[in-house]
């Protein structure tokens, strides 16, 4: 079964530093979403892109937030510099396309800054 | 933009019981509302989802209802299972259209613990 692969799937970091992850979609969906979800609450939508366009990343904080799909294939989140208040699971999903379509989750990278 | 809330944070059942979850949502454009479960370690798994012309959708064990009027929808799950112990989501989408392009606005969770 198709599955969507995220790496590392732990980090720690120290604050200032930069931080990168990374996603790979099922192979042929076309929208890939990154989400934060922090401990005992629901995923939030940082970004989502549409093949290699960002079509919604009104919650990035784009002054230490940057994210790209060059391909519309696999994508980067990156972080830097790391704050605090980062910690958290960066949840990747993807789906076939944005609308009624079933967004498949990765597994997470659980980013611990200290 | 949309806001979800979801009732009971936590749940706790004997196995075979019924757990009902409950979710309002603010939109009333929304039209798609699928649920997550979320195991320990892992990424959230669509379990059931309804569309906003229908009403009730089954699934083996699971159920979803939906209340357009009153902009609230409920998961059901019957006979539970130890192994139905995990943390649910609901969710809320506008769907196709405008600029949203299916992105979730998902509730807090819900906690359920299913006991043997």
């Known amino acids: 079964e198709a599955e969507v692969a995220q790496s590392p799937r732990y980090k720690i970091t120290e604050k200032s530093q930069a931080v990168a992850f990374w996603c790979d979609p099922i192979?042929?969906?076309?929208?890939l979403y990154w989400y934060r979800q922090i401990l005992g609450q629901g995923p939030e939508l940082l970004v989502q892109?549409?093949?290699?366009?960002?079509?919604?990343d009104s919650q990035l904080p784009k002054d230490r937030f940057s994210a790209e799909r060059l391909k519309g294939v696999d994508s980067t989140l990156k972080i830097q510099p790391a704050e605090l208040g980062d910690s958290a699971m960066y949840l990747c999903?993807?789906?076939?396309?944005?609308?009624?379509?079933?967004?498949?989750f990765g597994p997470g990278t659980r980013l611990t800054v200290l | 933009g949309e806001n979800v809330e979801q009732h009971p944070s936590t749940l706790s059942v004997q196995e075979g019981d019924s757990a009902v979850i409950k979710c309002t949502y603010s939109?009333?454009?929304?039209?798609?509302f699928p649920w997550y479960k979320q195991e320990l370690g892992k990424g959230p798994q669509l379990i059931i989802d309804?569309?906003?012309?229908?009403g009730e959708k089954k699934d083996q064990r699971i159920a979803v209802t939906l209340n357009k009027t009153a902009k609230h929808f409920s998961l059901h799950i019957t006979e539970t299972q130890p192994e139905d112990s995990a943390v649910y989501f609901c969710a809320a989408s506008l769907g196709a259209g405008g600029t949203s392009y299916g992105k979730l606005t998902f509730g807090q969770g819900t906690i359920l613990t299913v006991h043997p």
């Open positions: 999903a993807s789906s076939f396309s944005g609308a009624y379509n079933e967004q498949f």
């Open positions: 939109d009333s454009a929304s039209n798609y």
């Open positions: 309804i569309r906003s012309n229908v």
């Open positions: 892109f549409q093949d290699e366009s960002v079509v919604d």
């Open positions: 192979s042929g969906h076309a929208t």
